[in-house]
């Protein structure tokens, strides 16, 4: 598709339980991030790809959440042992590579951990 | 660290009038910022951007935006309101040397009244 693209786009889940969200960036992007946005907050930044390479995870909360891109397309935000506090709506942007320009968003992935 | 301040949580117009909407940020060099709106239960979209040059940018919808470097302020403005209009907005600051993610301010929501 011709934006970035979130799946899932809602997930309920069991506080203990491990969840697992997938961005699919615009086609030819290498760079790639994640953000959380808590109800009535902007988004804060978790993490920035550059490539296939973590080139900033100084937004991840703990060692509990865990992002990778392994062929420089595709991500997944892994998240551990779920708490009730992890319930956000998680985005994913990309953009191309040394441009200053914007960021495009997917829809977000809104997950809720009961 | 970079950050950015949207004072007002609400901003009420009514149609036809002029809105602002307020902006201040703060980052260790140069700027680039960017205006976002999000529609209830959608990703974020981009409005406009200021990278260099003229102060005043236009961006989508009819909206602009003033850079002042001055009073570090970037303030969205649109002459006549709409109700559709009504969404939140999103200021988001990037120092153009080093740091390579947007950082956000906590939104601001506009209601366009008939």
């Known amino acids: 598709g011709a934006g970035v693209s979130q799946t899932p786009s809602n997930k309920v889940t069991e506080k203990g339980k491990y969840v697992e969200l997938r961005c699919d960036p615009i086609s030819g992007h290498t760079a790639l991030y994640w953000y959380r946005q808590s109800l009535g907050q902007g988004p804060e930044f978790l993490i920035y790809?550059?490539?296939?390479?973590?080139?900033?995870d100084s937004g991840l909360p703990n060692d509990r959440f865990f992002a990778v891109r392994p062929e420089g397309s595709v991500s997944t935000l892994k998240i551990q042992r779920t708490e009730r506090g992890d319930s956000a709506v998680y985005l994913c942007?990309?953009?191309?590579?040394?441009?200053?320009?914007?960021?495009?968003f997917g829809e977000g992935s809104r997950l809720t951990v009961l | 660290a970079q950050s950015v301040a949207q004072p007002e949580d609400q901003v009420n117009v009514a149609e036809g009038n002029p809105l602002t909407v307020k902006c201040t940020y703060s980052v260790s060099g140069n700027p680039y910022l960017f205006w976002y709106v999000q529609y209830p239960n959608r990703g974020l979209q981009f409005l406009l951007k200021y990278i260099t040059g003229d102060n005043l940018v236009k961006g989508s919808y009819g909206f602009e935006a003033e850079f002042n470097k001055s009073q570090t302020s970037f303030h969205l403005k649109k002459p006549s309101a709409l109700v559709s209009d009504s969404a939140l907005y999103f200021c988001?600051?990037?120092?153009?040397?080093?740091?390579?993610?947007?950082?956000f301010g906590k939104g601001t929501m506009l209601l366009v009244s008939p």
């Open positions: 942007a990309s953009s191309p590579a040394l441009q200053p320009g914007e960021l495009f």
């Open positions: 988001a600051v990037r120092d153009i040397e080093g740091y390579s993610t947007l950082t």
């Open positions: 790809f550059q490539g296939t390479g973590a080139a900033d």
